[in-house]
């Protein structure tokens, strides 16, 4: 490893360490321990020094379940300091902020949008927005932080409860700058889960020929939550891009649980599930990856509404786990591809 590297690898461990769910490692850790039978320092000296090898998280080594696999296999897999430094060569500082702020991204991609949404500042301005937001047919309105991530700084209220004067006071008491109308999502969907809207994450990639390449597609699925994320204890499936079937078995982002084959609550089997709009969903994420070249590499939240599929965001640092650990597989070489063709490299 060259000197550099080991320098940046080293501040991104204190990152990680600073940054750390301790709770969650403790588990990880114990599980790996009880799975393996490796003592406690023969585990974490793995744990650090796969950290440098492969340039991963600290805790993706248990997610990856790099305690079972070979140095060969371990090669293959996506990390977290691979991941960061891919986002900035195709994600620039520059231009992703597009894709951080809510507010700018609802602005930019107006056209691939269904549902109202709103600002702080049209709250108080009482704007058609503002009245378009408090009247929509579904009742409820989601109040959000626009610079919030994994469904965290969200609420969801009964319009009725509010007019703009209350709104303004209540969004701005929580810190929230944007509302949108709550989204009522397809009855295929709704079925398989009506806790929460559940999205369709679809990854793009544009070439070296500014054409757009798909790399992969999950759905993410709610239980007994209004927000799909993994990190809030939902599941996830890999999605058939062919024919927009789920395919094979639903994953949790907690490695004690084991994977199931049927919706924990509606018990649905996930395989081959059918997931509606599916060729209207691509050519809608197609479209808006060519909107903003400048964002080569981007992960799409597809909403799929009676209407039609929608964007409910797009992700510069769409999430290596999500794409990597319901096919069981790394894909590094995915990205290796990518990075070959452009003249910056990692």
Same mark, same amino acid.
């Given at each position: 490893?060259?000197?550099?590297?080991?320098?940046?690898?080293?501040?991104?461990?204190?990152?990680?360490?600073?940054?750390?769910?301790?709770?969650?490692? *403790?588990?990880?850790?114990?599980?790996?321990?009880?799975?393996?039978?490796?003592?406690?320092?023969?585990?974490?000296?793995?744990?650090? @020094?796969?950290?440098?090898?492969?340039?991963?998280?600290?805790?993706?080594?248990?997610?990856?379940?790099?305690?079972?696999?070979?140095?060969?296999? @371990?090669?293959?897999?996506?990390?977290?300091?691979?991941?960061?430094?891919?986002?900035?060569?195709?994600?620039?500082?520059?231009?992703?902020?597009?894709?951080?702020?809510?507010?700018?991204?609802?602005?930019?991609?107006?056209?691939?949008?269904?549902?109202?949404?709103?600002?702080?500042?049209?709250?108080?301005?009482?704007?058609?927005?503002?009245?378009?937001?408090?009247?929509?047919?579904?009742?409820?309105?989601?109040?959000? %932080?626009?610079?919030?991530?994994?469904?965290?700084?969200?609420?969801?209220?009964?319009?009725?409860?509010?007019?703009?004067?209350?709104?303004?006071?209540?969004?701005?008491? *929580?810190?929230?700058?944007? &509302? #949108? #109308?709550?989204?009522?999502?397809?009855?295929?969907?709704?079925?398989?889960? %009506?806790?929460?809207?559940?999205?369709? @994450?679809?990854?793009?990639?544009?070439?070296?020929?500014?054409?757009?390449?798909?790399?992969? &597609?999950?759905?993410?699925?709610?239980?007994?939550?209004?927000?799909?994320?993994?990190?809030?204890?939902?599941?996830?499936?890999?999605?058939?891009?062919?024919?927009?079937?789920?395919?094979?078995?639903?994953?949790?982002?907690?490695?004690?649980?084991?994977?199931?084959?049927? !919706?924990?609550?509606?018990?649905?089997?996930? %395989?081959?599930?059918?997931?509606?709009?599916?060729?209207?969903?691509?050519?809608?994420?197609?479209?808006?990856?060519?909107?903003?070249?400048?964002?080569?590499?981007? =992960?799409?939240?597809?909403?799929?509404? #009676?209407?039609?599929?929608?964007?409910?965001? =797009?992700?510069?640092?769409?999430?290596?786990?999500?794409?990597?650990?319901?096919?069981?597989?790394?894909?590094? !070489?995915?990205?290796?591809?990518?990075?070959? #063709?452009?003249?910056?490299?990692?």
């Amino acid at each position: 490893m060259k000197i550099r590297d080991f320098i940046k690898r080293s501040k991104y461990l204190v990152y990680y360490f600073k940054k750390m769910d301790w709770p969650k490692y *403790k588990l990880f850790f114990s599980y790996a321990r009880k799975q393996t039978g490796r003592g406690f320092i023969s585990l974490f000296c793995d744990n650090i @020094r796969s950290m440098y090898k492969y340039n991963i998280g600290v805790i993706d080594y248990f997610l990856f379940r790099f305690f079972e696999k070979d140095p060969a296999e @371990r090669a293959r897999w996506v990390g977290t300091g691979y991941k960061y430094e891919y986002d900035l060569v195709m994600n620039p500082k520059s231009t992703r902020d597009v894709l951080e702020n809510k507010i700018k991204f609802y602005e930019a991609y107006e056209a691939f949008v269904l549902h109202a949404v709103c600002t702080l500042d049209d709250i108080q301005n009482r704007t058609e927005k503002a009245r378009i937001i408090l009247e929509n047919p579904s009742g409820k309105i989601v109040v959000k %932080d626009s610079l919030g991530q994994c469904g965290w700084d969200v609420e969801i209220i009964n319009s009725a409860d509010y007019d703009h004067e209350s709104l303004f006071k209540y969004m701005k008491s *929580k810190g929230f700058d944007l &509302a #949108e #109308e709550f989204i009522v999502q397809h009855p295929d969907i709704n079925r398989l889960s %009506d806790s929460g809207v559940n999205t369709v @994450r679809i990854i793009s990639q544009v070439n070296k020929d500014n054409e757009v390449e798909i790399l992969g &597609a999950r759905m993410r699925i709610s239980v007994n939550t209004w927000v799909d994320n993994l990190a809030s204890g939902n599941i996830a499936t890999s999605v058939d891009l062919e024919t927009g079937k789920l395919n094979g078995l639903g994953i949790y982002s907690d490695i004690t649980k084991d994977r199931v084959s049927a !919706h924990p609550v509606s018990g649905i089997v996930l %395989d081959a599930y059918q997931i509606p709009l599916w060729e209207e969903s691509l050519d809608l994420v197609k479209r808006a990856a060519l909107h903003r070249p400048e964002n080569r590499a981007v =992960g799409w939240d597809v909403v799929l509404t #009676e209407k039609g599929p929608e964007l409910l965001e =797009g992700n510069h640092n769409w999430c290596k786990i999500l794409w990597q650990i319901p096919i069981d597989t790394g894909l590094k !070489h995915v990205l290796e591809k990518h990075l070959a #063709e452009l003249p910056h490299r990692i």
